[in-house]
């Protein structure tokens, strides 16, 4: 059940990062999915098996970059920009749900006529996967899942260690946060959670502040947050969707990682949960797909090609 692949750091030209965003950027389309507009990527042959990811937070779909040509090699790639991320809509509401991006993210299941496919999730899109995994077990779900991988992320509630702003801005002082936040403060805070040796780089961070701010999303933090709180209310759902799975999943999870690494391992085994393959990086933090995106492709088609 364990793969064990020696750290390989993300050694790729990162010099040309603008550019391959703004290719990222004109490759996608947008979808209007339950009535907002979202970036979605769908690339790769229509033959090959379909892999659906879900990006974290604060970030969007970008996250997958690193991975997403040697991936592309194997799959046709589904991927999306939620509510509130990236390129997509980012209305300032107090709506925010891990419900509502289900809902879209199997509107576009639904538009992209995806009938049987892989998932591939992180962070925040860990949660996502876990209300959509349990719709699939009540026979509601769009489209018949094959697999579901999660990288970092808050599976349960009480191994989630959120960092001081993340509880800052749950709290009522939220949006005076928002508003005092800029690059320097997004910066540290967001190179914290990676490991010592894979931070990201001045311009990977720049860009994705720039991502971030898009839409002028920097100001709805304090209500995308709430998904902690969707966390603790529909605990005994989400943790009984990874007990009851019938189809494989899989963790390739960064361990040094101080929000959800180690930790969160040591607990999903405690509570035997279903798990077909773990993938541990040893000193990879909370972004494993952009620290490490070798070592995660490559444990991720382990674990798709049955290895152990």
Known sequence: MHGDIGVNMNTQNKSNLKTALASWKASGEWLELKGH?????????????????????????????????????RFRLVTLDMLGFGYSDKPNVRTYSIHGQADIVEALVAAKSLDQFHVLAHDYGDTVAQELLARQQQGVGAGTWLSCCFLNGGLFPETHRAILTQKLLLSPLGPLLNKLSGYKQFSARFSSVFGEQSKPTEEELRIFWALINEKDGKHIFHNLITYMRDRKQHRERWVNALHNSTIPLALINGLVDPVSGAHMVARYKELKCRLDYLGELASIGHYPQVEDPAGVAQHFINFIDGKK
């Open 37 to 73: 507009q979202i970036f979605v990527k769908d690339e790769g042959p229509s033959d090959l098996p379909v892999l659906l990811l879900i990006h974290g937070f604060p970030t969007s779909s970008w996250d997958w970059y690193g991975i997403w040509d040697t991936l592309k090699s």
